[in-house]
């Protein structure tokens, strides 16, 4: 890559970003086959908005958790340019560092607690999300105050059993946000909910959540509401379920280059680019004799003479301490086993008999194309998903985006 490359970083290429998020718009303009539900509840009369029957969903590119730990401000910029209509947010202070930013597009945030300061989220065109009375009435409080009409989306639960309305209170929210829009202090402008398997498209909570959904949807539209926006989907359902693109998708993952669903079949065919790099420059190379032990606690021991190198980072960048013994890192394009336990500040990985230079590059995971690990061996590696791998890098690993599209490296 770059001549001289920083001692530990990470790289996020945008033009990745914007190769996905073009892929998934592209996917999801795909018409849903003759096969699938067709998902547009309520649009059968010709309503107008850009849910009709046939058309395509839009697509939410999701910038929560400073963009999966690529740089939200960046990969928000990137999911733009590349057609993202929609950006999706957990707090309203990630909302509004999007609106500093410049960003005046449909920006959407879901995850607020009593007492939040709703006025600016609200004063600033930002989607907030209620998911209960309570919610409800703070945000009508905040759109009062300040003479604006509040974008209110309502999120239900459909059986993640996490946020969200319960199916119990749901006719009541409803009604409740139909009287509040009466008021002109809130318009309801979404209506959605979130599935807790769909990395595993077989699964029969799918099926269930939707059909759930599909209820609540009927529900609120007997209520008197007429939202904008209906959606279900996150990345792999965008991709394995079209009956559950319904307006719009939520692709987080998946705007990364990351698989949502490893493993299953489906997913690889959209030709998902991974856009974070993690690298480093091998601090030291050193032989070792047969019977010595490596790392804290001695976990590994070699069994021959063999050639080991130092990698200067460890958990306090987010590398998982249990990454020693089971996961690997690409050198020179051939892949190296990581001896011992990571420490906070480095780790040991093995050569053997190969050999390398102090300085030389060490690429922990990335695009996985020159052969070294991806975010998701590492995931596979240490028993989580890729999601967790990218969001926790950071540490002292210093950030650089490029762009492959403008510069080719
Ligand atoms: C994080 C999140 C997403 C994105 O999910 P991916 O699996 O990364 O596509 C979508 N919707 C909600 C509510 C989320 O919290």
Known sequence: ???????????????????????????????????????????????????????????????????????????????????????????????????????????????????????????????????????????????????????????????????????????????????????????????????????????????????????????????????????????AAAILRPSSRFDLVRCGIASYGLDPAPGQPGTAEVGLLPAMTVRARLAMVKRLTAGASVSYGHSWTTDRDTTVALVPAGYGEGVPRIAGNRAEVGIGGKRRPIRGVVCMDQFVVELGDDTAEPGDEVVLFGTGLDGSPTATDWARAVGTINYEIVTRIGGRFTRRTVDSEESPE
Request: net charge negative; glycine share 10%.
């Open 1 to 235: 890559m770059s001549p001289e490359p920083a001692r530990a970083e990470i790289v996020v290429d945008v033009a990745a970003i914007r190769h996905n998020v073009r892929r998934l718009r592209e996917v999801v303009a795909t018409p849903a086959t003759p096969d699938d539900r067709t998902g547009h509840l309520g649009r059968q009369d010709g309503a107008p908005g850009p849910s009709r029957a046939g058309t395509s969903a839009l697509m939410m590119t999701v910038v929560k958790a400073d963009g999966y730990g690529h740089g939200m401000l960046a990969s928000a910029r990137a999911a733009r340019e590349a057609g993202a209509d929609w950006l999706g947010v957990a707090t309203i202070d990630e909302a509004l560092t999007l609106r500093a930013a410049g960003d005046s597009g449909p920006v959407l945030c879901w995850l607020g607690v009593p007492g939040e300061d709703y006025g600016a989220a609200v004063e600033l065109g930002v989607d907030v999300t209620a998911y209960s009375l309570a919610e409800l009435a703070e945000i009508e409080h905040a759109a009062h105050h300040l003479r604006v009409t509040a974008r209110v989306q309502l999120k239900v639960d459909t059986g993640l059993s996490r946020g969200g309305c319960a199916i119990a209170d749901w006719p009541t929210l409803a009604g409740a946000a139909r009287q509040a829009e009466e008021t002109g202090d809130v318009r309801i402008t979404g209506i959605w909910s979130h599935f807790a398997c769909s990395d595993e498209p077989e699964h029969p909570a799918n099926d269930e959540q939707e059909a759930v959904f599909r209820e609540a949807l009927v529900v609120a539209e007997e209520a008197g509401l007429d939202p904008e926006v209906r959606h279900l989907a996150n990345s």
